[in-house]
């Protein structure tokens, strides 16, 4: 890791600490990440930055817990099963911060493009794009008027309708690694597509990231495409 990389890495683990500070006291902090309140103190305020080691536990193991616990107290989720998450979705700040915890924590390659599928998507899209510095491209389920070329998966569901996404030709080319994220993973069904957009395109996928998997079959349906990392920020068990 070279300094620059450190000091991101240090920077992270900050913007972590100061999020969990906005609703606990620092010796809640101190209890949730085994750190001294006076250090935590420092850290948030700009003194001085963690060691390289304390930032890595940071992002890696606190931050993606209570990562998991914000973004559980934010969603609602009703009696059938459906969960709205707009108040993540809505929220630039968290979804950039949620960035560097995911990709901390799933030890995703870095991406050439960030592939994800209009409109929920866009926003975990563009986090991730900017934290990695790289390209954002989202399918949609019609083709732009003014574009020429598309590559088009498409698929029959069970209910009998059909579900297709484009994706302009030029946004992902031969031998781009490519991180597909959306928000929400349920059958998985969305996600084989995309898959199925960056087989098509002769790029590499470089892992499948979702902020909630709604049981298991999603998360599995993807891992049985890919062997690059699939990684959820919270699950919820499916009804």
Known sequence: MN???????QLRAVAVLRTLKRSRTYDELAELTGLPAGDLNRYVNGHVLPGVERARETVESVGRDALAEE?????????????????V???QSFLDLAAPVAAESFAFERP???????????????AMASYFDADIAYAKKRKETAVEEFVESRQRLASGIELTYY????AVSAGDTVLVVDDLIRSGETQEL????VAQSDAT???VFTLIAVGDEGMDRAREITDAPVGALTTYESR
Do not use: C, H, M, Q
Request: aromatic content about 4%; charged content about 25%; overall charge negative.
């Open 3 to 9: 300094r620059a990389e450190k000091a991101a890495l």
């Open 71 to 87: 973004l559980e107290s934010r969603i609602a989720v009703d009696d059938e099963g459906y969960v709205d998450n707009s108040a």
């Open 89 to 91: 979705v809505f929220d």
């Open 112 to 126: 050439d493009v960030v592939l994800t599928a209009a409109t929920d998507g866009i926003t975990l899209g563009a």
């Open 167 to 170: 994706l302009p030709a030029d």
């Open 194 to 197: 995309l898959l199925d957009i």
């Open 205 to 207: 996928v470089g892992g």
